[in-house]
């Protein structure tokens, strides 16, 4: 028996319990045409449909709503017995992006659930509320490390120097390598004299992605005191660490990189080699050339594109030198 006294709404609940995939999607599209408030309950059903098409239309759905019509629904449904149910409500809730439904979403966080809190911070995020602050970094201390990654989040997003101390101790500390990088990538909306030690220090974090995170952060901000440390990463045993360190001291345009670069043109990952090659080209200084010039009898024809480009920087720039 339905708990609904509409009978549209009896209608659309009726069919959206079809095994008929097609009788589900038409039901989704009349949503649309019912007034009643109750009808987000069967927003948030069709949102957790097995089939794809189903919730896709009713992802289509979502924007006749108000968002402050579906906040209740759509928090309580983040405690619902169906995974499927609780994904969605926690996308739907992500996709709202409207300030309107802070309090709200700010009161969810009273909540004890991981779940609740993990959804309810993630949609808090792109909405940069200031008194989101608060708990987040009261999150940072959850057992959970999802969690604590979306307090993070919502603490990067807000891009404020005075939540420096916390991301940077967190980016340093947490045990989990996912909220450590986390952290790690926050840091990058500050300036280089204020985050240049803490992501310096993160390079000699055990997790590779933690390390990448840092080295790209290296690289945006320009701290170039980190150049050592990046020489260094070139010798790395992971791949994916050696071509970001390469890649970055190319950003960093600094010639003592230059020997480390050179070693990289004859590893075996063709990834690695094109980033230093490309790298060389950035530096665009005459010790670089020796090395450019292996590269352009290289066997991937991509290494050999970006050397002949690399080639052309490096006779330019001591073309300008010597015109000087």
């Given at each position: 028996m339905s708990n609904f006294t509409d009978p549209l709404l009896i209608s659309i609940e009726t069919r959206l319990n079809d095994a008929d995939v097609g009788i589900r999607r038409v039901a989704v599209m009349d949503l649309v045409d019912s007034p009643e408030p109750e009808a987000v309950e069967l927003l948030i059903?069709?949102?957790?449909?097995?089939?794809a098409t189903v919730r896709m239309e009713a992802a289509k759905v979502i924007d006749e709503f108000e968002p402050v019509d579906m906040m209740d629904a759509l928090v309580e449904a983040l405690t619902s017995d169906d995974e499927n149910v609780r994904n969605a409500a926690a996308n739907a809730l992500a996709d709202l992006k409207d300030q309107t439904v802070a309090p709200a979403l700010l009161a969810a966080l009273a909540e004890d659930d991981s779940f609740v809190l993990t959804a309810v911070l993630r949609a808090l995020k792109?909405?940069?509320?200031?008194?989101?602050?608060?708990?987040?970094i009261g999150l940072l201390q959850?057992?959970?490390?999802?969690?604590?990654r979306?307090?993070?989040?919502?603490?990067?997003?807000?891009?404020?120097?005075e939540n420096l101390p916390q991301l940077m101790a967190v980016a340093a500390n947490d045990e989990d390598s996912e909220v450590r990088r986390t952290a790690v990538g926050s840091l990058v909306f500050a300036?280089?004299?204020q985050v240049s030690h803490a992501l310096i220090s993160a390079l000699g974090d055990v997790n590779w992605q933690v390390l990448v995170e840092a080295i790209k952060g290296i690289g945006r901000l320009k701290i170039t005191d980190a150049i050592d440390q990046l020489i260094e990463k070139t010798s790395d045993e992971r791949w994916q660490v050696k071509e970001k360190a390469a890649e970055t001291i190319g950003k960093l345009g600094m010639a003592e990189g230059i020997p480390a670069l050179g070693l990289c043109i004859n590893d075996p990952i063709s990834n690695l080699r094109k980033a230093a090659v490309a790298a060389l080209g950035e530096i665009a200084h005459p010790d670089g050339l020796k090395f450019v010039t292996i590269a352009l009898d290289d066997n991937d024809p991509d290494v050999r594109k970006l050397a002949r480009w690399a080639?052309?920087?490096?006779?330019?720039?001591a073309l300008a030198v010597s015109e000087d």
């Open positions: 059903k069709a949102l957790g449909d097995e089939d792109p909405m940069r509320i200031k008194d989101a602050r608060v708990y987040a959850h057992a959970d490390a999802g969690v604590r979306e307090a993070v989040g919502v603490l990067g997003y807000l891009q404020e120097a300036t280089p004299s080639q052309e920087k490096i006779e330019t720039a």
